[in-house]
Nanobody, 120 residues
Framework: QVQLVESGGGLVQPGGSLRLSCAASGSIFSINAMGWYRQAPGKERELVATITSGGNTNYADSVKGRFTISRDNAKNTVYLQMNSLKPEDTAVYYC??????????????WGKGTLVTVSS
């Protein structure tokens, strides 16, 4: 079994910052790409940022220059530093990881999400 648990969401004023964390646990052999996605009310889930095991990153145009994704491979954890937050960043943020289990199964795993609300 593999589990992803997000933390760090909350209410922040426009222009503020938040740092999200997502820790993977369970029967993990290795983790390839990890990423963050978000889903705003009434909208489809969209990619925010991804990072490979080697540290290569990819960002949605809407967050470039404001958000930074990073990971700690030793801790099986991915982070999302969000700066200069805008009301349109309000969404549930989901962690995703491409995991190889100890039984050598490939799993596309998702967390349950953490709510980020940007409002004055």
């Amino acid at each position: 079994q593999v589990q992803l648990v997000e933390s760090g969401g909350g209410l922040v004023q426009p222009g503020g910052s938040l740092r999200l964390s997502c820790a993977a646990s369970g029967s993990i052999f290795s983790i390839n790409a990890m990423g963050w996605y978000r889903q705003a009310p009434g909208k489809e889930r969209e990619l925010v940022a991804t990072i490979t095991s080697g540290g290569n990153t990819n960002y949605a145009d809407s967050v470039k220059g404001r958000f930074t994704i990073s990971r700690d491979n030793a801790k099986n954890t991915v982070y999302l530093q969000m700066n200069s937050l805008k009301p349109e960043d309000t969404a549930v943020y989901y962690c995703n990881a491409a995991i190889i289990t100890r039984a050598y199964y490939a799993i596309d795993s998702w967390g349950k999400g953490t709510l980020v609300t940007v409002s004055s």
